[in-house]
């Protein structure tokens, strides 16, 4: 009999201890996946403080693309001056204007332009959290000397950097 007690309570000790430990990984499974909930909560959270900045700022974002694209489009130096980055450094020669970004030269503007600028739209919008700046892709159209468009249009893509 003091065997058989025995037995039942060597077999009762590995099952008690058994369940706790099923219990105590269950516990390191629940702590793992709150974890990981977590951090996928905070980069979505991320996510909706940019959607909320690109629609509080789209005006603002806007009118300043318009101004960059009016003074490119007519060459307005001193207005460019102002809307540019200091990074980015604007040079005149003859009758250019040439923007130098990490040692890349891009034609902004030249009176030997034989198309004139027409129109331009917005194609798309975004804010990178990570940057804390504006990406705006733009599409400009120009007419010939017989006011038919030129194909292909001219896209940029520019970025803004939000003032603190």
Same mark, same amino acid.
């Given at each position: 009999?003091?065997?058989?007690?025995? /037995?039942?309570?060597?077999?009762?000790?590995?099952?008690?201890?058994?369940?706790?430990? @099923?219990? $105590?990984? *269950?516990?390191?499974?629940? &702590?793992?996946?709150?974890?990981?909930?977590?951090?996928?909560?905070?980069?979505? +959270?991320? %996510? /909706? &403080?940019? =959607? $909320?900045?690109?629609? &509080?700022?789209?005006?603002?974002?806007? #009118? !300043?693309?318009?101004?960059? !694209?009016?003074? *490119? @489009?007519?060459?307005?130096? %001193?207005?460019?001056?102002?809307?540019?980055?200091?990074?980015? !450094?604007?040079?005149?020669?003859?009758?250019?204007?040439?923007?130098? /970004?990490?040692? !890349?030269?891009?034609?902004? =503007? *030249?009176?030997?332009?034989?198309?004139?600028?027409?129109?331009?739209?917005?194609?798309?919008? $975004?804010? #990178? *959290?990570?940057? #804390?700046?504006?990406?705006?892709? /733009?599409?400009?159209?120009?007419?010939?000397? #017989?006011?038919?468009?030129?194909?292909?249009?001219?896209?940029? $893509?520019?970025?803004?950097?939000? +003032?603190?």
């Amino acid at each position: 009999m003091r065997k058989g007690i025995g /037995i039942i309570l060597a077999c009762s000790l590995m099952f008690v201890t058994a369940c706790s430990q @099923t219990e $105590h990984v *269950s516990q390191l499974d629940l &702590e793992n996946k709150i974890e990981t909930l977590t951090q996928q909560m905070e980069k979505l +959270n991320t %996510e /909706i &403080e940019g =959607f $909320h900045q690109e629609k &509080e700022n789209f005006a603002v974002i806007s #009118n !300043v693309a318009r101004e960059f !694209v009016r003074a *490119s @489009t007519s060459g307005d130096e %001193e207005k460019l001056r102002t809307i540019l980055s200091e990074d980015i !450094v604007l040079e005149r020669e003859g009758n250019k204007i040439t923007a130098i /970004i990490d040692g !890349v030269e891009w034609l902004l =503007f *030249s009176e030997e332009r034989v198309f004139h600028f027409d129109d331009w739209v917005i194609q798309g919008y $975004h804010y #990178n *959290s990570d940057e #804390n700046t504006y990406e705006m892709f /733009i599409r400009e159209f120009y007419t010939d000397s #017989n006011q038919e468009l030129v194909s292909p249009p001219t896209f940029l $893509h520019v970025t803004f950097k939000k +003032n603190r």
